[in-house]
């Protein structure tokens, strides 16, 4: 597989890396531990080279098993994961990013990686009581210490990415962008591209929607978070068929799927940008791989925003409480 660089520190990975969490939670039951070390072994025999995780996948249990999963190849993948949250038993993740809370979660994140320094270590969530730059301090000095190679923040906003560079340079932002979402292109992109920063965009296919297996009588698991996004209600996902509808059509002309081209999609928008698709099934993972060999002419992308900006998406991408720790 190709390789992309990520920030002006030389990160270079796989052009699409694998989003670890929907093994452990978010999509329904989780994955047995066999079938979970199985998929993000097949993705590293098929070329993937960077890994997404975080001690809020589960909690805790995500690193394990990625931990695990990886360390007969640690010397030939990067590993991300990310701080700043805290878990109390029956409750939503509270906001931690105090230096010395930043310090215990890598500490134990090495732990449950089994890996001696953290590849890329992303701030979860702005945390509104800790100053940016006392975080961004506090990875400094993880750095330094060789615990951690890499910054990176998530669903940051603008300004707070600018003072946490202005600190500790920022290898990477990862936040939701896709064809389904792309309010990023407004302000977030024009920073990243001047600071040189990277961009990870997560739910690439917009939690599934892009695939075209979804539709306004899909049901989902209880434990499924999608039944809480107000995109997901049956009437919003009614509204938005419009435009999956579409990306079919197009994608049967292109000889594709359309997840490999809302996923191709996102690899000509800018050379710095490495989507994390995640899957637990061996055949998503080779349908999704096979984004990174479509070529998406110049008459393909205008067509793609034609259509795009004919069909309003109905429904926000996060619950109300979600919402609000967003874009910081």
Known sequence: MQKRTLGKGGLEVSTLGFGCMGISVGYGPAASRQEGLAIIRAAVDAGVTFFDTAEGYGPFVNEELVGDALGPVRDQVMIATKFGLTFDRGKQPGLNSR???IREVADASLRRLKIERIDLFYQ????PNVPIEEVAGAVKDLIREGKVKHFGLSE????????????????????EYSLWWRAPERDVLPVLEEL????????PLGRGFLTGKIDDKTTFDSTDTRNVVPRFT??????????????????????????????????TQKPWIVPI????????????????????????????????????????RYPEHL???VGR
């Open 196 to 203: 040189g920063i990277g961009f990870v965009p997560f739910s």
């Open 234 to 267: 049956p009437e919003n996902r009614t509204a938005n068929l419009a435009f999956v509808e579409w990306l079919i059509a197009f994608a049967v002309r292109k000889k594709a799927t359309p997840a490999q081209i809302a996923l191709a999609w996102l690899l």
């Open 124 to 127: 979860h969530r702005v945390d």
């Open 99 to 101: 230096p010395a809370h």
């Open 277 to 316: 698709p995640g899957t637990t099934k061996r055949h998503r993972l080779e349908e999704n791989l096979g984004a990174a060999a479509i070529q998406l002419t110049a008459d393909d992308l205008r067509e793609i925003d034609h259509a795009a900006s004919q069909i309003e998406v109905h429904g926000a």
């Open 323 to 325: 919402q609000k720790m």
């Open 156 to 175: 940051a906003g603008v300004q707070t990415i600018r003072r946490a560079h202005a600190v500790q340079p920022v290898t990477a932002l990862q936040s």
